[in-house]
Structure formats: C-alpha cells, structure tokens
C-alpha cells in the first residue's frame, strides 16, 4: 500500500511531464492508425491488470466520477430499493455537458477502508470498463485516455509500453546530400 500511495503521489506529475510526447504520439497514431491497435491495446491492458490490483489504488473512486447512464440509474435504483427520482436528487448531478454524474467525490460507493465498492455488481458502465484501454476504436478515445493517465497508473503504464510496442515518428523530411 505505501508503494501505491507513492505511485499515486508521483503520478500526476509523470503524467503532465510525459502529456506533449504522448499528445504527439497519439496525433501520429490518428494519421497512420495501424490495423492490429485494438488487438495491441488489448494485450497490453490485459497484461497491464495481471500485475495490476485496483484495490490497492481506487484513485479513480476518489477523485473523479463516472458518468451514469439511464441504464445505470435504473439498475442502481433497484439495487438500492429506490425510486429513480430518489436516487438521482440524492446522489447525481447534470454537469455542463449535461450528463449525469455524482455530487462529491471520493465516489459516495467507495469505502475507503479497503477500496471497495458498495454497489460493485451494479455500478456503472464506466467504472466496469476503466479505463477504458482494452475498448474497440481505441483511437476514438485517445484524449480521454490521456486524461486517465493522470489518474489512474494503470493506465499511465499502458501508455508508456503502447509508444515502446509500436513506436510513431513523424514524417520529417530528411535531407540527403
């Protein structure tokens, strides 16, 4: 745990210092997107949380919050033998791109006793598919990856081994003489 808490201290900052490399990365994948990404992404998440356990970080339970679909009110609500009207006053909000998302953060299911989830068999989509690194059309996503980068290690490492695995040179004209 005292090594996760000093991932997580150092994160943020490796993350800003790597954000200009792994931007340009990213804008050279979008140019020249080889077929095999999503198969690679895949790999490297699977390999990433084999070596990976969420419960001795929960950063992303603390410090952001997923967004709820109707789907996910809907299972929630019933889970927690509530009205949806219930749920939605007492815990979401409408943020500014009008979706909804929780009141506070660290996540009102975390405990952070043991980084668990109270609602783990229901939760939402969002938190079952974070970081979302082993989604299809891993390209379509490459902005919000590189936000999670800052929150999540996981994905910080994923990252990192993607521009070793296939590595991206822009196309600058060399001159010969």
Do not use: W
Request: aromatic share 8%; hydrophobic share 30%.
């Amino acid at each position: 745990m005292k090594d996760m808490n000093k991932r997580l201290a150092d994160l943020p900052k490796l993350a800003v210092e790597a954000k200009k490399e792994s931007k340009k990365y990213f804008t050279n994948l979008k140019r020249r997107t080889p077929k095999n990404l999503d198969l690679v992404m895949h790999e490297l998440h699977e390999a990433e949380f084999k070596k990976t356990d969420c419960l001795s970080c929960g950063n992303c339970c603390k410090t952001t919050s997923p967004i709820f679909t109707e789907k996910d009110i809907d299972r929630i609500s019933k889970h927690l033998r509530m009205k949806v009207i219930d749920f939605e006053t007492q815990y979401l909000d409408r943020d500014e791109d009008d979706f909804m998302v929780l009141k506070s953060a660290p996540c009102t299911f975390f405990d952070e006793s043991d980084n668990t989830c109270f609602i783990y068999d229901v939760r939402p989509k969002a938190c079952s598919e974070y970081p979302h690194t082993n989604r299809k059309k891993f390209i379509q996503i490459t902005e919000l990856t590189l936000n999670n980068t800052e929150i999540c290690p996981a994905a910080y490492n994923i990252v990192e081994t993607l521009k070793k695995r296939l590595p991206m040179h822009s196309n600058k004209k060399v001159r010969r003489s």
